[in-house]
């Protein structure tokens, strides 16, 4: 199995990989294109007409995901919040060998920085305005152990 990137603060769902792949898929068919017009190789035309086909396939499965994921959103808000944040796995995605994502290292946004997260003049965190959501609760794969500062600052390992 490939090793996936970690992404520090969220799990990403595959429908983010999906569009990717379009992405990627769209820049390989405009670059064949140009060699096409410069080389006139009819080869090239047969290799454009399968990146169409597979850009056409994977355009439909993301948006597809996309929908699901939308869908998700809407009725379940909570489940949702909780796969986000990687305590769960997402329910349209292959749970074998789901580890709950480590948030270990995690700086909650509220807590961690206050320089970071100035105050208006009102006094109000300008987090609170933005809408961030405190992340000082425990890890959701060491969720026995506990950081001393229970706002979260420093970020590190807990319990070693």
């Known amino acids: 199995m490939a090793e996936i990137r970690r992404i520090v ?7 983010s990989q999906l569009r990717d792949a379009a ?3 769209v820049n390989a068919r405009t670059r064949l294109t140009g060699a096409k017009l410069r080389s006139g190789d009819p ?16 355009a439909k499965l993301r948006d597809a995901a996309a929908q699901r994921l ?7 808000p909570d489940l949702f919040v909780r796969c986000r ?4 796995p997402w329910p349209d995605e292959t749970t074998g ?3 709950p994502r ?3 290292y995690d700086a909650c946004r509220m807590h961690f920085d206050f320089d970071a997260n100035p105050r208006d003049e009102g ?8 809408g961030w959501q405190c992340q000082c609760g425990p890890c959701p794969r060491h969720p026995d152990d506990i950081r001393e500062d229970d706002r979260g600052s420093p970020p590190g390992p807990r319990g070693d």
Do not use: K, P
């Open 23 to 25: 992405n990627y898929l």
């Open 9 to 15: 603060g969220v799990q990403i769902h595959h429908s």
């Open 70 to 76: 939308r869908s998700l959103w809407e009725e379940d």
């Open 97 to 99: 060998g789901f580890e």
């Open 85 to 88: 944040d990687g305590a769960e």
């Open 123 to 130: 006094g109000v965190m300008l987090a609170e305005l933005e």
């Open 43 to 58: 080869e090239l035309e047969a290799i454009d007409g399968l990146i169409t086909e597979a850009l056409g396939r994977t």
């Open 102 to 104: 480590c948030t270990c």
